[in-house]
């Protein structure tokens, strides 16, 4: 009897989270660029940098001191947040990754991750699209590792219309 209530017992206790769920751990977006901004923080490369606000653009050559800020648009995008669980399709070949939304109403739409031979990321393609009831803001980022890295940006906003807004950089060698 005793063996029979311990049993019962044991069945009806709860499944351990990580055994109920297990959860498909994608690509470590964030921290890449952690590891990225930190390595160009200290070699402090000079970019040639354009910037585009509708029809104005301005170009120069620099040096970043802040490659946090600089990146801050790729660093947030995390595809390992519990919003997203189930709600991204991953496609894979032999030197890329894709994950692509199958939700509209998440703010990533596609995700695209190039390697080298070594297995180690070298391109970075990511759109996201944010909508509420005052605005819609639609972005392309692109990086690609000791190269170029730009963000497209396009925005309505209700009341004030359309923005366009473009940043193109690339590493001087």
């Known amino acids: 009897m005793a063996s029979a209530l311990a049993a019962l017992f044991f069945s009806c206790a709860e499944t351990p989270p990580s055994a109920a769920r297990k959860q498909d751990t994608r690509f470590d977006i964030p921290g890449y660029f952690k590891a990225e901004i930190a390595r160009l923080n200290q070699s402090l490369p000079t970019v040639n940098k354009t910037v585009v606000k509708d029809s104005l653009s301005e170009s120069k050559t620099l040096k970043i001191s802040n490659w946090t800020d600089e990146l801050a648009s790729f660093s947030t995008v995390d595809l390992n947040k519990p919003a997203y669980s ?88």
């Open 86 to 173: 189930g709600l991204l399709k991953k496609d894979s070949t032999a030197n890329k990754i894709v994950y692509t939304a199958t939700d509209p109403k998440i703010d990533i739409s596609k995700v695209e991750i190039t390697f080298t031979s070594e297995n180690k990321p070298k391109a970075f393609v990511i759109e996201r699209t944010i909508k509420n009831s005052l605005y819609q803001t639609k972005e392309v980022l692109k990086y690609q590792a000791d190269s170029a890295y730009s963000l497209n940006k396009s925005q309505s906003v209700l009341l004030l219309g359309d923005r366009q807004y473009q940043i193109e950089s690339a590493f001087v060698h």
